[in-house]
C-alpha cells in the first residue's frame, strides 16, 4: 500500500484497529529495561551472601522479564541467579530495606522506578507509527492503542 494510497480501500474485513502502546507505538521497551536494571543493581547485593552476575540490560530483560507480569518476571530472574524471596502480598511497601524483601515488595519498587524514569524522560514514540495513527484517524477510521502495562 502506497503511503498517499487512501487506507479505507483495505478496509473490507476489519471495522476498527487497536494498536499495543508497548514496542509499537512507544519505546518503552528501553524504558522499561532501564527500571529493572535500577532495581536489580539496588537489591541484588542483598540478596545474596555471595556475588551473583548483575542484570544486563538487553540480554536479561529481553530472557526473563519481557512480556512477562512484573512479578514472573523477578522471579524468573532471581532464579536465574539462584535466589528465591516470598511473595508477599500487594501492598508491600516498595522500599523494605530494613527487612527481607518480598517479590511484591520489589515489583512495587520496579513500577516506582519506571515512573520515575518516566518522569524525568518520557517515553519516545514511534514516528512511523504515529504517522499511520494520524493517517487513520484523519480517515475516520476508529482506533485504539491499549497496553497491559
Given at each position: 500500500?502506497?503511503?498517499?494510497?487512501?487506507?479505507?480501500?483495505?478496509?473490507?474485513?476489519?471495522?476498527?484497529?487497536i494498536f499495543?502502546?508497548?514496542?509499537?507505538?512507544?519505546?518503552?521497551?528501553s524504558v522499561?529495561?532501564r527500571a529493572w536494571?535500577?532495581?536489580f543493581?539496588?537489591v541484588?547485593?542483598r540478596?545474596?551472601?555471595?556475588?551473583?552476575?548483575?542484570f544486563d540490560?538487553?540480554?536479561d530483560?529481553r530472557?526473563?522479564?519481557?512480556?512477562r507480569?512484573?512479578?514472573?518476571?523477578?522471579?524468573?530472574?532471581?532464579?536465574s541467579?539462584?535466589i528465591?524471596l516470598?511473595d508477599?502480598?500487594?501492598?508491600?511497601?516498595?522500599?523494605?530495606s530494613g527487612?527481607?524483601p518480598?517479590?511484591?515488595?520489589?515489583?512495587a519498587?520496579?513500577?516506582?522506578?519506571?515512573?520515575?524514569h518516566?518522569?524525568?524522560?518520557?517515553?519516545p514514540a514511534f514516528?512511523?507509527?504515529?504517522a499511520?495513527?494520524?493517517?487513520l484517524?484523519?480517515q475516520?477510521?476508529?482506533?485504539?492503542?491499549?497496553?497491559?502495562?
Amino acid at each position: 500500500m502506497s503511503e498517499n494510497q487512501p487506507l479505507h480501500s483495505a478496509r473490507t474485513a476489519y471495522d476498527a484497529v487497536i494498536f499495543d502502546m508497548d514496542g509499537v507505538v512507544t519505546d518503552t521497551a528501553s524504558v522499561h529495561a532501564r527500571a529493572w536494571k535500577a532495581l536489580f543493581d539496588e537489591v541484588l547485593p542483598r540478596l545474596s551472601t555471595t556475588p551473583v552476575q548483575p542484570f544486563d540490560a538487553d540480554t536479561d530483560y529481553r530472557r526473563y522479564v519481557d512480556g512477562r507480569p512484573r512479578e514472573d518476571g523477578i522471579r524468573t530472574f532471581l532464579a536465574s541467579r539462584g535466589i528465591e524471596l516470598p511473595d508477599g502480598l500487594p501492598g508491600d511497601p516498595p522500599d523494605d530495606s530494613g527487612t527481607q524483601p518480598t517479590i511484591a515488595a520489589l515489583a512495587a519498587r520496579k513500577q516506582a522506578l519506571f515512573d520515575e524514569h518516566l518522569a524525568a524522560d518520557g517515553v519516545p514514540a514511534f514516528p512511523d507509527a504515529v504517522a499511520l495513527l494520524h493517517r487513520l484517524h484523519e480517515q475516520g477510521i476508529p482506533t485504539a492503542v491499549v497496553t497491559s502495562s
